[in-house]
């Protein structure tokens, strides 16, 4: 069974940082595009940024570029998140997804990032 | 950016009932077009993908059609379990985009 469990949210101020990760299981991690997707909270889903089977490409919404990086270990199964310049509008449930051919087909449980002062 | 555009935002049903929903992207995408269903407090599952692909394990009475700009998403006889949030979402170009959602009440 594919599994996705994120952790790493939590409340933190504007300007401040945080990590996300996401633990896989249940499939072959390394075979798979994997995507970080947000939802504020009452409102629609938001696709934030995407890596390569191996890494070698990752692409962002524009919001988040140069703030976000997007990263991933296979030998850990784990897909990363690292937030910096956090600002009060990123405050959203941030759910990893698995990507084939550019649908999300297996999503984790989310995580909420609430970023206020 | 693409936009994608989904109408209507809200609509009310009954069990039994056949729904549509549109979904119109602001530039041709081809066939790359998905669909999720998202129920309160839940993550979205995968409906269909590229434009009328069944995931597996979605129920036959969940049809999609369309290509180029403007997508369906039909419910053939509505089921208590269906009422939910929609989303269609293009995987034509990045920034991959979604629409607004539609309400199932």
């Known amino acids: 069974e594919v599994q996705l469990v994120e952790t790493g949210g939590g409340l933190v101020q504007p300007g401040g940082s945080l990590r996300l990760s996401c633990v896989a299981s249940?499939?072959?991690?390394?075979?798979?595009?994997m995507t970080w997707v947000r939802q504020a909270p009452g409102k629609g889903l938001e696709w934030v940024a995407n890596?390569?089977?191996?890494?070698?490409?990752?692409y962002y919404l524009d919001s988040v570029k140069g703030r976000f990086a997007i990263s991933r270990d296979n030998a850990k199964n784990s897909l990363y998140l690292q937030m910096n310049s956090l600002r009060v509008d990123d405050t959203a449930v941030y759910y990893c997804a698995r990507s084939v051919e550019g649908a999300f087909d297996s999503w984790g449980q989310g995580t909420l990032v609430t970023v206020s002062s | 950016d693409i936009q994608m555009t989904q109408s209507p935002s809200s609509l009310s049903a009954f069990v039994g009932d056949r729904v549509t929903i549109t979904c119109r992207a602001s530039q041709y995408i081809g066939s790359y077009l998905n669909w999720y269903q998202q129920k309160p407090g839940r993550a979205p599952n995968l409906l269909i993908f590229s434009t009328s692909t069944l995931y597996t394990g979605v129920p036959s009475r969940f049809t999609g059609s369309g290509s180029g700009t403007d997508f369906t998403l039909t419910i053939n006889s509505l089921q208590l379990e269906d009422f939910a949030t929609y989303y269609c979402q293009q995987s034509y170009s990045t920034p991959l985009t979604f629409g607004g959602g539609t309400e199932v009440e």
């Open positions: 249940g499939f072959t991690f390394s075979g798979f595009w």
């Open positions: 890596i390569k089977k191996d890494g070698s490409e990752k």
